[in-house]
């Protein structure tokens, strides 16, 4: 019993370790800067940024005036930050499948069980800690979380939260009413051949680390110019990005996004493009501008969901319209010759 409780401990903090160094990896490092940028922190704290540092998931990255940052995540992607960005890496994980075997090649091996020593008292059937063992590594136990049913995260008390544990459960009880029967019955009565127990089964679960990549950004000022990475090529829900008008996505792309929030520098450009097309702004009204030079971005507002095709540029409202123009403004056009995989990386 010392050696199984002994490995799932081992196995725990295998798996506890593993995912720390997973955690702590960076979401992306710099890899070009042209002035001054910093990195909120999730606690708060605010750092200045150079070349070659790194940045995590939870961090804002702020660009300053006249100032360009290239990130290169751990994906592949890149975002060309332009000056007077700022740029959430919301929530950010690429997990390499070779980490994942890693991790679990690094998971201790059950030792094999253990003769059932011989019954002290008249109950034969597995104990209490036996139950909560066998609950949080058999089958039985992994089949019950499975099913989502509320459970303790204690395994010893696994078997009395889960109902789907019943036959861990019956086990015990059936073994402790048969000894209250035989404490109950008379000394003179014929004794009874005790009849062995059988053991419990335990079957060794593989802890399962997080495999799932995810990239979330939140573009809150400014803009940016990005070649898309590995994620979001299988799964387009796996990545994001959210703006104040209009939430993007990919579709293995390369693009652009800008806000222009009332004092962008082709404001007046844009107001006379959406005259054009018969709709005004509001003062003050932030405008998306995106473009996409290489495969597909889809964009979804408050009352529209479509996708962008390439050698396209779009203004989207707050209100949630969606106007394609006929070429995009100074602002891109002046940037065009920006490439997100070359700057800083040559």
């Given amino acids: 019993m010392t050696s199984m409780r002994n490995w799932i401990l081992a196995a725990a903090l295998a798996l506890v370790s593993a995912s720390q160094v997973l955690a702590a990896d ?4 710099v890899v070009m800067l042209t002035g001054k940028a910093t990195a909120l922190g999730v606690g708060g ?15 804002l990255i702020t660009s300053g005036p006249g100032s360009y940052v290239n990130l290169r995540f751990a994906d592949g992607a890149f975002f060309l930050l332009r000056p007077g960005t700022r740029f959430e890496i919301e929530n950010y994980r690429y997990v390499d499948p070779a ?3 890693a991790a679990k090649a690094a998971t201790p091996v059950a030792p094999p069980a253990a003769s059932p020593a011989p019954a002290k008292t008249a109950f034969n059937g597995p104990t209490k800690e036996e139950v909560g063992l066998a609950c949080a590594a058999s089958q039985i136990c992994k089949d019950c979380r499975a099913s989502k049913n509320n459970h303790s995260k204690a395994c010893n008390l696994c078997f009395i939260r889960v109902q789907n544990c019943k036959a861990v459960k019956k ?21 009874e051949t005790p009849t062995a127990a059988a053991p419990v089964q335990v079957t060794t679960v593989a802890p399962e680390a997080d495999e799932t990549s995810r990239a979330f950004f939140r573009l809150l000022k400014g803009g940016f110019r ?10 387009h829900d796996d990545y994001r990005v959210s703006t104040p008008v209009a939430t993007i996505g990919i579709r ?13 520098s082709d404001r ?15 003062p003050g009204e932030t405008i998306l501008v995106t473009t996409v030079e290489e495969g597909e971005i889809s964009l979804r507002t408050v009352n529209s969901e479509g996708v962008q095709l390439p050698g396209t540029t779009r203004l989207i409202g707050e209100d949630g319209s969606i106007i394609e123009i006929d070429e995009p403004p100074s602002t891109e056009r002046n940037d065009q010759d920006l490439n997100p995989e070359s700057c800083g990386t040559e």
Avoid at 45 to 59: P, T
Avoid at 173 to 187: D, H
Avoid at 226 to 235: F, T
């Fill in 99 to 101: 980490q994942v075997a």
């Fill in 226 to 235: 990005s070649v898309s990475g590995l994620i979001g090529k299988a799964n």
């Fill in 171 to 191: 086990a015990y009880l059936s073994a402790q009413k048969a000894a209250a029967t035989q404490v109950a019955t008379p000394a003179t009565a014929p004794a």
């Fill in 252 to 264: 293995g792309t390369r693009y652009g996004a800008r806000l222009c929030q009332g004092d962008c």
């Fill in 26 to 29: 960076a979401a992306a490092k």
């Fill in 45 to 59: 704290e605010v750092r200045s940024l150079a070349k070659e540092d790194s940045v995590y998931s939870g961090e």
């Fill in 268 to 282: 007046d450009e844009i107001l006379a493009k959406l005259r054009a097309a018969g709709r005004g702004a509001r």
